[in-house]
Each structure stands twice: as structure tokens, then as C-alpha cells.
């Protein structure tokens, strides 16, 4: 019976928008159906916005709600997408463990590359770290903005292999072997690197000549 009650009332304050989160208090004192009730309620609470939708998230986080926050992250994702704001749909994406989504984000920032010539968020591209394992167009767009920061830091020898790597390890998008191809050519007038700078043309040929 005390259960029942405290079930009841709680609902009650869910149903309410600023003493939810009082609500989410009593389902903690419902050992039987506290937490099934709260995963209900929490998948109702509309997310108007990111504060409050950070709130819900760190509520599920204490309680290990797994999917709840996977769904939640996912859900600021594909809003940080419709913004255009990539970065912040690349974290979102990264935090929910989605691969797919990670995927399509990566791919928006390898197009907006291609499209303005440099990287949005170079913060977050340069310390992905090992979340950059969690898909292969996260891992190319991880690789790909190193070998670009080690070109700028003129070491070329180490620009060519990792160019190489990108091209022979098949994780390079087709659409961006021309860019890579591109990308190589540099390298041609470096004279410690030109062995190398020739394997990646020849490499890049090769797997262009494969797509036809």
C-alpha cells in the first residue's frame, strides 16, 4: 500500500514541469516498481531544451539507465545535426556509442572539408582519442585530420606513410580518393619522401581504377 501511494504521488509530480524532478525522488523509495515507473516517466519528459535535457541525462547516468541515455543522447544528436552544429553532434553521437550516426556526422565533416577547404571543431577532431575506433569514417576523419596536422608541422616522411595507411587500410570513403590522390601530390616535391609520395599515387590510382 505505502508503495502504491508513493507510485501514485510521484506520477502526480511528474505530470507537473518544474517538480518533476521531485517525482524522480519518490520513484527511489519504490524498491518493487520504482525503477520501471521512472524509465517510463523519464521516456515522456519532452527535452525543450538542452538544459533540461542534461538534467534528465545526469538523472539516468547516476541510476545506470543504460538505453535512456543512450536514447537521450541520441536525440541531442539529430537536433545538433539539424543546426548544423557538427561538433556537438559528433560528441552526442559518441557518448550514445552510435556507430551509424557517428558514421553520418563524420561524413558531413569530411563533405564541409571538401566543400571549404579546412576542419570545423578542430578541438574535438584532434582528442577523439579511442572513441575514434567506434566506426571506420570516425577513424578515417580522426586519421585524416593527423595527417593534415603533421603536414603542417612539416613532417613530411611521416605525412606520406600515414597518407598511405589511410589509402591501403580501405576505411577512405571513394568519394574521397580523388582528395587523397590530391593530397599526395605535394609530397612528389620532397625529396626524402618522394618514394613514399609515389607509393600513395600509385595506391590511390589503383583503387580508383578498381571503382570504374
Same mark, same amino acid.
Not at 537536433?79 to 553520418?104: C, E, H, P, Q, Y
Not at 609530397?187 to 590511390?204: D, G, P, S
Given at each position: ?7 501514485e504521488? %510521484?506520477?502526480? &509530480?511528474? !505530470?507537473?514541469? /518544474?517538480?518533476?524532478?521531485?517525482? +524522480?525522488?519518490? #520513484? =527511489?523509495? @519504490?524498491p518493487?516498481?520504482?525503477? +520501471? /515507473? ?14 533540461? %535535457? &542534461?538534467?534528465?541525462?545526469?538523472? @539516468?547516468?547516476q ?7 543512450r ?8 537536433? $545538433? +545535426? ?18 551509424? #550516426? %557517428?558514421?553520418?556526422?563524420? =561524413?558531413?565533416?569530411?563533405? =564541409?572539408? @571538401?566543400?571549404r577547404?579546412?576542419?570545423?571543431d578542430?578541438d ?11 566506426? =571506420? ?7 585524416y585530420?593527423? #595527417? ?8 613530411? $616522411?611521416? %605525412? ?11 576505411? $577512405? ?13 605535394? &609530397? ?7 618514394? $613514399? !609520395? ?5 595506391? @590511390?590510382?589503383?583503387?580508383?581504377? &578498381?571503382?570504374?
Open positions: 500500500m505505502r508503495e502504491c501511494l508513493l507510485l504521488y %510521484a506520477s502526480g &509530480l511528474f !505530470a507537473h514541469p /518544474s517538480l518533476w524532478q521531485l517525482g +524522480v525522488d519518490y #520513484f =527511489d523509495y @519504490c518493487e516498481l520504482g525503477r +520501471v /515507473s521512472l524509465e517510463l516517466h523519464i521516456e515522456r519528459i519532452p527535452l525543450n531544451t538542452e538544459q533540461k %535535457a &542534461l538534467k534528465v541525462l545526469r538523472i @539516468c547516468e541510476r545506470q539507465m543504460t538505453e535512456q541515455v536514447s537521450i543522447c541520441k536525440i541531442l544528436a539529430m537536433k $545538433a +545535426v539539424r543546426n548544423n552544429r557538427l561538433g556537438s553532434a559528433l560528441s552526442w553521437s559518441i557518448r550514445a556509442k552510435d556507430a551509424a #550516426f %557517428a558514421t553520418l556526422v563524420s =561524413d558531413r565533416f569530411l563533405r =564541409d572539408y @571538401c566543400e577547404g579546412c576542419f570545423s578542430l574535438l577532431i584532434d582528442n577523439l582519442g579511442p572513441a575514434m575506433m567506434l566506426s =571506420d569514417r570516425l577513424t578515417f576523419l580522426g586519421k585530420r593527423e #595527417f593534415h596536422r603533421v603536414y603542417g608541422e612539416k613532417r613530411f $616522411a611521416d %605525412a606520406a606513410s600515414l597518407l598511405l595507411s589511410l589509402m591501403t587500410s580501405q576505411i $577512405a570513403p571513394r568519394s574521397f580518393w580523388m582528395t587523397l590522390l590530391t593530397d599526395a601530390l605535394p &609530397l612528389l616535391e620532397q625529396k626524402q619522401v618522394k618514394v $613514399a !609520395a609515389v607509393l600513395v599515387c600509385f595506391a @590511390c590510382q589503383s583503387q580508383l581504377e &578498381l571503382s570504374v
